[in-house]
């Protein structure tokens, strides 16, 4: 697992290591990064503050008259692998989600089943989104409850609203714990 440096050495780090930090805080996205060099030349006493300014720039790019952000937003909020499935591309998956997704990859097999068929069926209501949750160590049948929930609802505005949170709730996790080893 990687380390995460002292918040306020982040401006002194060369790009490509402010770059890791991201994608160790998040997932690895090129649009994250464009979107991101600029606001990581400031300093951030805190990984919760530089977690809101990331936050922050894509509920920005929400608006709908862009089609432009949204498509960048669309990548970035597409970085975040689907819930309880092996990604096509076993390497994208980071270590971080492959400890958070661990308990969603076990179970029955008619779960696993039901759990790609309800990301498919998001991904059909909301074109250009995945589903993205705190895990939080709650199992595939609380997750399931809660897609097919947002599924049901059909607010495609409050979806992209509910993916940054919940990005940005995975990634102060995963600051609190990879600080906690410092």
Do not use: W
Request: contains cysteine.
């Amino acid at each position: 697992m990687t380390d995460l440096p002292p918040p306020s050495t982040i401006t002194s780090l060369p790009q490509e290591a402010q770059l890791r930090v991201l994608d160790t805080l998040f997932e690895p996205s090129p649009e994250l990064h464009q979107l991101m060099i600029p606001v990581l030349a400031q300093s951030f006493s805190t990984y919760t503050a530089l977690i809101d300014a990331v936050g922050a720039r894509m509920s920005a790019l929400s608006a709908q008259n862009s089609p432009i952000d949204r498509n960048v937003l669309f990548g970035i909020l597409g970085s975040h692998p689907r819930l309880g499935r092996a990604p096509a591309n076993p390497e994208h998956l980071s270590e971080l989600s492959k400890k958070e997704q661990a308990q969603l990859n076990t179970g029955a097999e008619e779960q696993a089943e039901k759990l790609i068929a309800l990301n498919a069926e998001y991904e059909e209501k909301f074109p250009g989104l995945r589903f993205v949750t705190f895990v939080n160590g709650r199992s595939r049948d609380v997750i399931m409850v809660e897609m097919r929930q947002r599924i049901d609802r059909g607010d495609a505005e409050r979806e992209i609203e509910e993916t940054i949170q919940g990005m940005c709730d995975i990634a102060n996790d995963r600051a609190r714990k990879l600080q906690a080893r410092i």
